[in-house]
T-cell receptor
Framework: QKEVEQDPGPLSVPEGAIVSLNCTYS??????FMWYRQYSRKGPELLMY????GNKEDGRFTAQVDKSSKYISLFIRDSQPSDSATYLC?????????FGTGTRLQVFP | DTEVTQTPKHLVMGMTNKKSLKCEQH?????MYWYKQKAKKPPELMFV???????INESVPSRFSPECPNSSLLNLHLHALQPEDSALYLC?????????????FGSGTRLTVV
């Protein structure tokens, strides 16, 4: 079992839709959770990071962590074509950043 | 300066060549990383340097040789690579404190081995 699991998609939504991206993890020791956005042929860019359980909001983006169910979510409100990218969830363990497989998102006008 | 700069952006090399990838950051981060990313896959950790010392080597073949000459610079020396080593090579750095877990990635070097 991979330590971080993520549905690879692709996910295709119309502009303005609410997007929900999800991951699960298996290691109870994980406490830091991150979402990265990666455009084609670019390096990953940190979008959000959360510590332990709870919600964190930044503009149109909301990250949620539920440690009881080992579930990580990223919500994107009012999605834009510029949000089209691969979204990677990740967690941190003993100086290793462990990524999910990434979900490809396409937002069409 | 909040960037990690990687050079070159693209590299084509033969299986008998020796080349080096370079990574530079001026954020004062003391942890630096090399990742390898194949198409449609997540980045995979190769090496971790902490305070200029190699702290993690993820069983990477010896044809990849990392070097950290100072706290701002990270190199990856390549020799006798195989075509399956073709990938995007990403460098990242991480700071200390509350924001420590937000790694900053460079744009990568796209390597093709022919």
């Amino acid at each position: 079992q991979k330590e971080v699991e993520q549905d690879p998609g692709p996910l295709s939504v119309p502009e303005g839709a609410i997007v929900s991206l999800n991951c699960t993890y298996s290691n109870s020791a994980f406490q830091y959770f991150m979402w990265y956005r990666q455009y084609s042929r670019k390096g990953p860019e940190l979008l959000m990071y959360t510590y332990s359980s709870g919600n964190k909001e930044d503009g149109r983006f909301t990250a949620q962590v539920d440690k009881s169910s080992k579930y990580i979510s990223l919500f994107i409100r009012d999605s834009q074509p510029s949000d089209s990218a691969t979204y990677l969830c990740a967690s941190y363990n003993t100086d290793k950043l462990i990524f999910g497989t990434g979900t490809r998102l396409q937002v069409f006008p | 300066d909040t960037e990690v700069t990687q050079t070159p952006k693209h590299l084509v090399m033969g299986m008998t060549n020796k080349k080096s990838l370079k990574c530079e950051q001026h954020m004062g981060h003391r942890a630096m990383y090399w990742y390898k990313q194949k198409a449609k896959k997540p980045p995979e950790l190769m090496f971790v340097y902490s305070y200029e010392k190699l702290s993690i080597n993820e069983s990477v073949p010896s044809r990849f040789s990392p070097e950290c000459p100072n706290s701002s610079l990270l190199n990856l020396h390549l020799h006798a690579l195989q075509p399956e080593d073709s990938a995007l090579y990403l460098c990242a750095s991480r700071g200390q404190g509350v924001q420590a877990y937000g790694y900053t990635f460079g744009s990568g070097t796209r390597l093709t081995v022919v």
